[in-house]
T-cell receptor
């Protein structure tokens, strides 16, 4: 089974703090994604990466950055956390488009509260 | 850009009732369609998907969905729900050849009363 592991299930941070959310997948997938999940808004794509050191902005990249130094690891960074970034953050991975089923494999999520 | 609408935000049913969750999308080209489910405390997982062929697709746990191209819809159905179907359901759309770039709907919370 594909496993996508998010290092922190729950975090509480203060406004202005730098926040790192880590995600590791064990299936050698090329694609990795960060979404945020908010009630009534579903999942919105923040950033994605289709290869090491490659990144692309999603629909809501403002206030976030990402890092992909190794194929299996994709980090989401909040340079200066704000209260409107309180949310559930979901990491996902998938094999190279055209080589797989189109299915995304999700981690269990990291619930971030910014005070 | 494409968008996905799920009209029902909350649905409450009794066990054995039939279920239909609506999903409409806006995109003019060829799409791949998905339903994902998130059970309480668990990660999102794929319920079923449509890429091409028979517009009626069957997924896990007795769920099915029908793609109606003329209506830009991909509604999820189950003839008889169980308490264990209590979850949040998300419809998602991927323009063909978009490299797994999915756009998700806002989700529908289903509660099944025992």
């Amino acid at each position: 089974d594909v496993k996508v592991t998010q290092s922190s299930r729950y975090l509480v941070k203060r406004t202005g703090e730098k926040v790192f959310l880590e995600c590791v997948q064990d299936m050698d997938h090329e694609n990795m994604f960060w979404y945020r999940q908010d009630p009534g808004l579903g999942l919105r794509l923040i950033y994605f990466s289709y290869d090491v050191k490659m990144k692309e902005k999603g629909d809501i990249p403002e206030g976030y950055s990402v890092s992909r130094e190794k194929k299996e690891r994709f980090s989401l960074i909040l340079e200066s956390a704000s209260t409107n970034q309180t949310s559930m953050y979901l990491c996902a991975s998938s094999p190279l488009a055209g080589a797989g089923t189109g299915e995304l494999f999700f981690g269990e999520g990291s619930r971030l509260t910014v005070l | 850009a494409q968008s996905v609408s799920q009209h029902n935000h909350h649905v409450i049913l009794s066990e054995a009732a039939s279920l239909e969750l609506g999903c409409n999308y806006s995109y003019g080209g060829t799409v791949n369609l998905f339903w994902y489910v998130q059970y309480p405390g668990q990660h999102l997982q794929l319920l079923l998907k449509y890429f091409s062929g028979d517009p009626l697709v069957k997924g896990i746990k007795g769920f099915e969905a029908e793609f109606i191209k003329s209506k830009f819809s991909f509604n999820l159905r189950k003839p008889s729900v169980q308490w264990s179907d209590t979850a949040e359901y998300f419809c998602a759309v991927e323009p063909d050849n978009a490299g797994n770039m999915l756009t998700f709907g806002g989700g529908t919370r289903l509660m099944v009363k025992p």
